[in-house]
């Protein structure tokens, strides 16, 4: 059972929140872990099908102070040589040492849809954006893109991507895989509260006025349940990293400067219910074999997700144009990791997932009322 957390109305969080929810039902939450995962510089990739948000997610991720954001449609060594050009320092600015390119920078590339990008744009995204989220540092420096170097740069990576193509990428590809266990925290967006009536309009959330440059660890704190959360995400020993530089851009985005029991508390409430869902949905074959997820399990998950009323098999055999033979195994599948509930012929997320987006939809998607 998830902890029954309080957002303070007076909480910038609440606000930040209360905002996007004002607009698209059910993203407030997800654009909300984009934002921190700019000022934590941190990577994630929005996992979801068509029609559940996670363009809109990213659309409406605001600018944060000190960070230099880039759009990509496409990804060639040219537009980075631009990008480069774009961003390095006046005259006045240079030192004798200054080599070109960019140097101690905090970046950010957007890109909406991977699914646009060709598999040439998609390997230099993954040669140029591995190195500089590993290292900070790539040079590439030739007669065509003589300005395209990188220096001591921190990089968050923002990018919708559909369920199909990510696990494509990560079973075809081991730099893939590589990348996505090392670097990424994979979001599933899953959203029950989504209205069906779509608004095509341009909005982008607003920050706190003013966020802490930093935020320290409070003695004694328990980091244990952010790390469990984070195991299931990233590889080796970086859970503890990605669990305390998430922790202290949540309490910077709350304007404190010091982490308490009660953030981390506040934080698993918040983003658990996504960030498990997509490591509950890992498997490995034997010892041998890479860890992979399936696309079809990860669509009929998110499926599932849009009807807090349930859905009958029938019905998913038809919203997902396939068999129900096929739904009936994927249905096997979500059943036996405990990630959905069948009552009465209908198939629900789990009663903690449903008990979260209640919880969600009563504390968060409501107007504020005065003087409560």
Request: aromatic share 10%; hydrophobic share 40%; net charge negative.
């Amino acid at each position: 059972m998830l902890l029954a957390c309080h957002i303070d109305n007076n909480n910038p969080l609440h606000a930040c929140i209360a905002d996007i929810e004002s607009k698209y039902k059910g993203l407030g939450i997800p654009v909300t872990y984009g934002i921190l995962s700019v000022l934590a510089n941190k990577s994630v990739f929005f996992i979801a099908g068509r029609g559940v948000g996670k363009t809109r997610v990213i659309s409406s991720i605001p600018h944060v102070e000190d960070h230099f954001e880039t759009k990509f449609d496409t990804f060639t060594y040219g537009e980075l040589d631009t990008l480069c050009q774009s961003l390095a320092p006046n005259q006045t600015e240079m030192t004798e040492n200054y080599l070109g390119g960019v140097e101690n920078k905090k970046l950010v590339f957007i890109v909406k849809e991977f699914s646009t990008l060709s598999e040439y744009h998609r390997e230099v995204f993954l040669t140029v954006c591995s190195r500089v989220a590993l290292d900070g540092d790539y040079t590439h420096i030739t007669t065509v893109t003589p300005h395209l170097r990188f220096e001591n740069c921190k990089l968050s990576m923002l990018v919708a991507i559909q369920p199909r193509l990510y696990s494509q990428l990560c079973n075809r590809y081991t730099q893939w895989e590589n990348m996505s266990s090392d670097r990424f925290t994979k979001f599933l967006l899953l959203n029950p509260l989504r209205q069906n009536i779509t608004i095509d309009e341009q909005f982008v959330a607003t920050l706190p006025r003013e966020i802490p440059n930093a935020a320290t660890l409070q003695n004694g704190l328990n980091m244990e349940k952010l790390v469990n959360l984070f195991e299931g995400q990233i590889s080796g020993g970086r859970a503890y990293i990605y669990a305390r530089d998430y922790a202290m851009a949540f309490a910077r985005l709350q304007g404190k400067t010091e982490v308490t029991q009660e953030d981390n508390e506040l934080f698993y409430r918040l983003f658990s219910p996504y960030l498990q869902s997509f490591t509950i949905l890992q498997e490995r074959a034997n010892l041998e074999a890479s860890v992979t997820v399936s696309s079809g399990n990860i669509e009929l998950l998110v499926e599932i997700g849009k009807y807090p009323e349930g859905i009958a098999e029938g019905n998913l055999a038809l919203s997902l144009m396939v068999t129900t033979r096929h739904i009936e195994r994927g249905l096997g599948f979500l059943l036996a990791k405990d990630l959905i509930a069948e009552r009465d012929n209908r198939y629900y997320l789990n009663d903690e997932l449903q008990e979260f987006f209640t919880w969600y939809r009563d504390t968060l998607c409501r107007p504020n009322v005065a003087g409560e």
